[in-house]
Nanobody, 124 residues
Framework: QLQLVESGGGLVQPGGSLRLSCAASGITLEHYSIGWFRQAPGKERQGVGCISRTDGSTYYRTSVKGRFAISRDNAKNTVVLQMDSLNPEDTAVYYC?????????????????WGQGTQVTVSS
């Protein structure tokens, strides 16, 4: 069974940090490109960043570049999204997704495997 599970969401103050983890059951994440997406109420799902399965290259949307970082912990079969300097505009449900394509993609339609999402709320 192919399952992804996100964890680590919660409520933080502006300027704070959260570390989200994407864990896999049934697949080895090292063999997949992993994308992080987020969706705020009433808005479309948008790509946050991704890490390639081929060379480990990472890419980020402009609004999070320099604040967010994606990395792999292959020993734990997880992918981590470290989020620093959070602001209220980062509030959303965050999802991890896996795909077998060679290149990172910011298109949610390219990812067949998804987690259930974890809520991130940034508020004072």
């Amino acid at each position: 069974q192919l399952q992804l599970v996100e964890s680590g969401g919660g409520l933080v103050q502006p300027g704070g940090s959260l570390r989200l983890s994407c864990a896999a059951s049934g697949i080895t994440l090292e063999h997949y490109s992993i994308g992080w997406f987020r969706q705020a109420p009433g808005k479309e799902r948008q790509g946050v960043g991704c890490i390639s399965r081929t060379d480990g290259s990472t890419y980020y949307r402009t609004s999070v570049k320099g604040r967010f970082a994606i990395s792999r912990d292959n020993a734990k079969n997880t992918v981590v999204l470290q989020m620093d300097s959070l602001n209220p505009e980062d509030t959303a449900v965050y999802y991890c997704a896996a795909q077998t394509y060679s290149f990172c993609s910011g298109d949610a339609g390219d990812y067949p495997y998804w987690g259930q999402g974890t809520q991130v709320t940034v508020s004072s």
